[in-house]
């Protein structure tokens, strides 16, 4: 009696062929963050925030990759500069109510807003100046090329003519001795180096200001301090581009776009009318004026004294 041949196993269609859409269908691996060891399934950790593609790119992908982070019309600088000067206070509620990662920090964005308006100031050689009301204000940082004539060094109620009348020291004494040419040097030789953290002390000073005259509006300080911020970077920008320009009506036209600017701004952001704005807003625009006024003056006197 023969054996029987054993039945070759033959291989079940439906099970192999169930099985592979699920192999398919399977969830890949998910790396951890090579910064923080924490499970990173997309293009950036959860935990830390960093980039999970850590692979060198060349400098074209560099470049390319950062204009359109940053400089691309949905790039960061981009959208926050356009908030910024073209829609006062959206900026900063935008933050305040947490749509933050489509803009620069505030502190960010006045650092690099400062760093821009002092190098061209000291560049191009400015007359850097808050004015007041045509050509009065606050000569923060003279411009060489403009005449002494103009610069109204003898005005009585400037911070320069306030110290050498009013501060008897031998620093004072030997300052009043100069012509004023020789001041406009001095001054601007030296103030160029701390004109920087005078302005970044300006801001916690505003916003404490504006807490005193928005107080009823139950804002925390750093809420505060963030439009401060945000205020101060457009002021600056705003001198700038007004420094650019030595016409009287031009400078006029700055300073009260400032103010206009400063009203809208605040009523969007703590929400208030718009008689309750203007009056609050000129009693906050006047302390700044009165700060920078202020911080000027000690400036001045420490650079003399030194």
């Excluded at 500069?81 to 305040?96: A, C, I, N, Q």
């Excluded at 650019?244 to 809208?264: D, E, K, Q, S």
């Amino acid at each position: 009696m023969g054996s029987s041949p054993i039945p070759e196993k033959v291989p079940n269609v439906e099970t192999s062929s169930a099985s592979e859409p699920a192999a398919a269908n399977a969830p890949a691996p998910v790396r951890p963050c090579r910064n923080c060891g924490q499970p990173a399934p997309g293009r950036y950790c959860p935990a830390c925030g960093q980039a999970t593609e850590t692979a060198q790119r060349g400098l074209r992908e560099q470049a390319r990759a950062a204009y359109q982070e940053w400089l691309a019309p949905r790039g960061r600088i981009t959208l926050t500069l356009r908030k910024l000067l073209f829609s006062p206070g959206t900026l900063t509620v935008d933050y305040l109510e947490g749509r933050r990662a489509r803009y620069l920090a505030p502190f960010r964005l006045y650092l690099w807003v400062s760093v821009l308006v002092l190098a061209a100031v000291q560049l191009l050689n400015l007359d850097f100046v808050l004015r007041v009301w045509g050509s009065q204000g606050v000569g923060v940082l003279r411009g060489a090329q403009v005449p002494v004539s103009e610069m109204q060094i003898q005005a009585r109620w400037t911070p320069v003519e306030v110290i050498v009348r009013h501060v008897p020291t031998p620093g004072v004494a030997r300052f009043s001795e100069l012509s004023a040419e020789e001041k406009v040097r001095f001054l601007r030789g030296r103030r160029a180096r701390y004109l920087s953290s005078m302005l970044l002390v300006l801001v916690p000073a505003f916003a404490a200001m504006l807490a005193a005259c928005f107080h009823r509006r139950h804002r925390r300080f750093m809420e505060h301090l963030v439009f401060a911020f945000h205020i101060q970077a457009f002021v600056l920008l705003a001198v700038l581009a007004e420094s650019m320009f030595l016409r009287v009506v031009f400078a006029n036209v700055v300073t009260w776009g400032m103010f206009a600017y400063f009203v809208v701004a605040a009523r969007r952001v703590y929400g208030t009318g718009w008689a309750e704005t203007v009056v609050r807003g000129a009693v906050a625009m006047a302390g700044y004026f009165a700060l920078f006024y202020l911080a000027n003056l000690g400036l001045i006197l420490l650079l003399i004294s030194l």
